[in-house]
């Protein structure tokens, strides 16, 4: 191992500490701006917070390169979900938990730090590289929101590298869905529960019929679909007239996706149809698929970085979508890196001490590697 483990080990320690949440990442980006000006890094923070009202726009740091190879991007995200302020951590028997009244944060704060510790180490050892763009996003849980409003025309990147997986250090990530959201307003007609209820049409019935009708769950192995939020009625002694269905779709194959979103408009407005009543359904694009094989860069060069801390490289597709989807959607082909830690999202959440130096290293070897 090159990088300094207890370095990275104190740094870590010190951002989780930072507190911060979605839309909230000020703290962390005024304690993250020092350190890449520290690794001699040219830094900007985007218009993002403006945008989608959050209190810091995306940081983006650039290393201007020492010799003549592709240029690379390495991301991570500020936010984190909560309950994330105040985190305690605890490291034990080589594993960082927090007190257990928080998350740990590990995601993602393990990205930020070993990122830049493995920029760090390639510094001290005077190790040339291409140039090195750094991209740190506000606003990834809850909707990739940072990730959306960057202007990426800005990076000049070949590949990209995301540390923000699950599973242990040298999965890389290749596969990724994508993915759509179902709106459906059903418009019943309201009328007095007790006195008259004949007079009207329940919009909740009318939902629940459509909802028996369509497929949901697990689609096949590539396609998954769920309605998640329903909304409707005012009152017991009152016939409602209106209910809200909001669903998403996701693929990795665009076609089934498309039939899946089809399949759930064509159910609502036909139950709807037979019962006389209008619907509203509306169908966006959250984000879009990736899929890279072993001969694209990005691929290429984690496979060699893992290979050259003797490990055998990991090559897996993920159920969920990130801030990946976006950045490939731009035209950098990027994958995701896992980061070795566990129970994201609940209090339960670790990761141990020796995945996380292992991820620095990782980073440090995708830099040599290029
Ligand atoms: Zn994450």
Redesign the pocket.
């Known amino acids: 191992m090159q990088i300094n483990t207890q370095r990275l080990l104190e740094e870590f320690l010190e951002l989780v500490q930072v507190d911060c949440g979605t839309k909230d990442e000020r703290p962390m980006a005024d304690a993250l701006r020092p350190k890449l000006e520290a690794l001699g890094c040219t830094v900007v923070e985007d218009d993002a917070g403006a945008k989608i009202g959050g209190t810091a726009g995306n940081l983006i740091a650039v290393l201007e390169g020492s010799k003549d190879a592709p240029a690379l991007l390495f991301c991570a995200?500020m936010d984190r979900v909560s309950p994330g302020r105040g985190i305690k951590p605890i490291v034990e028997d080589g594993v960082i938990k927090s007190d257990g009244s928080t998350i740990l944060a590990a995601?993602?704060v393990a990205g930020i730090a070993a990122i830049l510790e493995g920029i760090r180490t390639a510094q001290e050892q005077q190790i040339p590289h291409g140039r090195v763009e750094i991209l740190f996003t506000v606003a990834?849980?809850g909707g990739l929101f940072g990730a959306k409003s960057v202007d990426a025309s800005q990076f000049e990147a070949k590949a990209g590298f995301f540390l923000?997986s699950g599973g242990p250090v040298g999965t890389i990530v290749v596969q990724a869905p994508a993915q759509k959201n179902v709106t459906a307003t059903i418009h019943g007609r309201a009328a007095h529960a007790g006195v008259e209820p004949e007079k009207g049409i329940n919009a909740i019935v009318v939902a629940a019929e459509a909802l028996t009708k369509m497929k949901l769950g697990r689609i096949d192995a590539e396609t998954t679909a769920n309605i998640g939020l329903i909304q409707g009625g005012t009152a017991t002694n009152i016939v409602p007239d209106r209910v809200e269905l909001n669903g998403e779709a996701r693929s990795r194959d665009q076609a089934k996706l498309d039939k899946q979103a089809a399949h759930m408009v064509e159910v609502i407005q036909s139950v709807c149809a037979a019962h006389g009543v209008e619907a509203e359904v509306v169908v966006k694009d959250s984000y879009q698929a990736f899929c890279l094989s072993e001969d694209d860069y990005p691929v290429k060069l984690a496979a060699s970085a893992a290979r050259a801390m003797g490990l055998e490289p990991r090559l897996q597709s993920t159920g969920g979508g990130?801030d990946a989807n976006i950045i490939n959607a731009c035209g950098i082909p990027s994958v995701i890196l896992g980061m070795g830690y566990h129970n994201?999202h609940t209090t339960q959440e670790i990761i141990p001490v020796d995945q996380l130096a292992a991820a620095a290293e990782f980073v440090l070897q995708i830099i040599k590697a290029s």
């Open positions: 995200h995601d993602d990834e849980e923000d990130s994201v």
